[in-house]
């Protein structure tokens, strides 16, 4: 039986020389590709011996490390079906995710222990194991004594790999399955798009709980068996530090406003760098603008969802043009469609559908869900609004359940965002829509004004717009904040801001 469980594809790829670096942290400790095969075969071989089979469950809610990475690994080896949790989820959404998976075992840091252990005998979860930050914990030091071999288990490409759950920012949260052929198609079009060379050295800041840390980054360095520069958190002064051994940086678009705040921040710092790219959130056209201003390198931004992975790009080699995000990746097809799901003419918004080898095979105990999701031909409803001009650029308008409807008239938040965004004194904004007794919903804007401009107020921002927009496009209301509230991954959480303001009414 031809064995498509995506470590071969890893291991077909890893360097002749076990002892070149896999890892190594920003301290200075190193971990090599036989470190790699050592740990996570212990870790495969401990775990099975707990009775742990193919198909199990494994959550895991640890810090970011080598060890945790090597975890990863091991269960892909192993068959189990990893399911990595984001580590600010507190007891009341560990304790959904343990009672929707069933998890045979949960990893957690030490310092989690008690509440895990109290969940696990709720849930009927056999075992509890903690691995810290610092390499500590019972799962190293009960796997320590295990033979340091292990023979991939056999899976299909249909097989699930991963369970990866929906922010959860609106409803119950729902576990996307992403199995092993998803994860290499995705992969090997990352590598291939992206120009992955022998010399490549990524430099990892992102966390270890979401696609685009676990698998979009760490998958390419595996598939290209080369090292990656590895720092716990994003700390700005470290990656500067860390920057001129890099060749490639993925980053959130915080990474780079982070990094341009520093005024020494130059092209001297990017001298050895190939590729900059963005994701999980909107790159603001001004951070664009400035960071290639800054560094002469110009970012590449990229979409892609919990239930896809990575969908479209812009080009490697070709115009990277701010506010879209690019091509389709080889074998993902891409399409916008009207609510009869007809396709819509280029330049025109509609609905985002993927089709691909790299889109998720459904929800976890979910096939109704399922179903509503996938049109009968075979494509994903990805919930985004977008664009696609005549060249094939596609552009990311918004979320349809972002979308405001107002008098009965579609309006795309991120398309007055980019108004208010260009203003002085302006930092950043969202758009949202509540409720409103003649028009359903109202547009209203959330703005975070930049230092200094603290005098910006509510009608100097409503008569910019003025002329640019047509009325309807118009807030109704400006709110201002110190800061719009984000999830881990950088994205606006626009349910938060709805509810916040839902209770302020449009003055007369």
Known sequence: ???????????????????????????????????????????????SGLGISKGDRVAVQVEKSPHAVFLYLACLRAGFIYLPLNTGYLEGELDFFLGDAEPAAVVCAADKLDIMQRLAAKRGVAHVLTLSGDGRGSLIDNSAAMVAKFDTIACSAYDTAVILYTSGTTGRPKGAMITHGNLAANAIALHQTWGWQADDVLLHALPLFHIHGLFVACHCVLLNGTGMLFVRKFDAAVVRRLLPRATVLMGVPTFYTRLLADPAFDRDDCRNMRLFISGSAPLLEQTFAEFRQRTGHTILERYGMTETGMNTSNPLDGERIAGTVG????????????????????????????????????????PEKTAEEFTIDGYFRTGDMACIDKRGYVSVVGRAKDMVITGGYNVYPKEIELVIDEQRGVLESAIIGLPHADY?????????????????????????????????????????????????MGKVQKNLLRERYAQNQPRA
């Open 440 to 488: 359903g919903e109202m547009v209203a804007a959330v703005v975070v004004r930049r230092p200094g401009a603290e005098s910006l107020d509510e009608q100097q921002v409503i008569a910019a717009l003025k002329g640019r927009l047509a009325g309807y496009k118009v807030p109704k209301r400006v709110f201002f904040t110190d800061r719009l509230p984000r999830n881990t």
């Open 327 to 366: 091509f389709p990746l080889p074998g993902v097809s891409v399409r916008t469609v009207n609510d009869d799901d007809q396709p819509v003419e280029a330049d025109q918004v509609g609905q985002l559908q993927i089709k691909g080898a790299n889109v998720f095979k459904g929800y976890w105990r979910m």
């Open 1 to 47: 039986m031809h064995n498509d469980n995506i470590i071969k594809l890893f291991e077909s790829r890893f360097p002749s020389d076990p002892n070149k670096t896999f890892i190594e942290e920003e301290q200075g400790d190193i971990y090599t590709y036989a470190d790699l095969d050592s740990y996570s075969a212990r870790y495969a071989r401990y775990l």
